[in-house]
């Protein structure tokens, strides 16, 4: 008697344990409710990691289905629309490709492709110092500093704000960390910022300041050089006047003279 009891109520738990797990997936269910395939927008994705410059081919990217909620404006659809490309920006693995974030790749250079409409690429040779001890990569962004004499005097001051580097040496990417020494850095500028860099560069000595990525702004507050002291001027002593004494014959006579 008592075993049949505990066998119908094990029975009887088992099914209203099955009961609640049934209600429970229901209930998810109806919360999360499935995407059809067909609802689904094709958007393509890198691959791999693509560094900046890279010439994007197809095994670079992949084309996959998702919820078009997920989706940001601008995304490519089509794999189509990106081969043959060059990436203006780094992209990581299984990241959206933006249509931003690529860049036809028309005749001559990837370097050339690179650089922006109205922008101009300049390359300046630089060194060690310059060239930030080597730890310049394409794609960061650099202030440049001048120095030159005037006067016998040091002045220095910062003529470019933010400025991009295309290329170190004759490579658009790199794809190490570790500091490398070239002997030439391009960067963009406006054709203005061209003449402003070149001037600088005949008028004295140049030096790249790497900037953060994250940084926008950095106010600089140039303290004008103090004016040269003027030389006091040499004080001339006042002579008071004397007298000569000029004796004719039994007359004495006496003239004042400024000495």
């Known amino acids: 008697m008592i075993k049949g009891r505990t066998t119908l109520l094990l029975v009887l738990s088992l099914a209203m344990a099955g009961g609640a797990a049934l209600v429970a997936n229901n209930w998810l269910a109806n919360q999360q409710p499935t995407l059809a395939a067909d609802d689904r927008v094709p958007v393509v994705l890198a691959a791999v990691d693509i560094p ?3 010439k994007i081919e197809s095994h670079h990217v992949k084309l996959v289905h998702l919820d078009p909620k997920g989706v940001p ?3 490519v659809t089509q794999i189509e629309e990106v081969e043959g490309k060059v990436a203006s920006q780094e992209m990581l693995s299984d990241e959206i490709v933006h249509a931003k974030r690529i860049t036809a790749h028309l005749e001559g250079s990837t370097l050339a492709s690179l650089i922006e409409p109205n922008m101009r690429a300049v390359t300046v040779r630089v060194d060690d110092v310059i060239g930030v001890a080597g730890f310049l990569l394409p794609g960061n962004r650099v202030d440049i500093l ?8 040091v002045v220095s001051e910062t003529v470019l704000k933010d400025i991009k580097v295309l290329a170190i040496d004759q490579k658009a990417r790199n794809d190490q960390d570790d500091p490398v020494i070239v002997r030439a850095v391009t960067l963009e500028v406006t054709p203005q910022h061209a003449e402003v860099l070149m001037k600088a560069k005949e008028e004295g000595r140049i030096q790249l300041a790497l900037r953060n990525p994250l940084d926008e702004e950095i106010a600089v507050v140039t303290k004008p050089a103090p004016a040269p002291k003027a030389k006091p001027r040499p004080r001339v002593p006042h002579v008071h ?6 004796i004719r014959g039994v007359e004495v006579n006496k003239s004042k003279v400024s000495l």
């Open 52 to 54: 900046y410059g890279q």
């Open 73 to 75: 404006p601008g995304a």
């Open 146 to 153: 001048a120095s030159r004499k005037v006067k016998q005097r």
């Open 241 to 246: 006047p004397s007298s000569v004494t000029v």
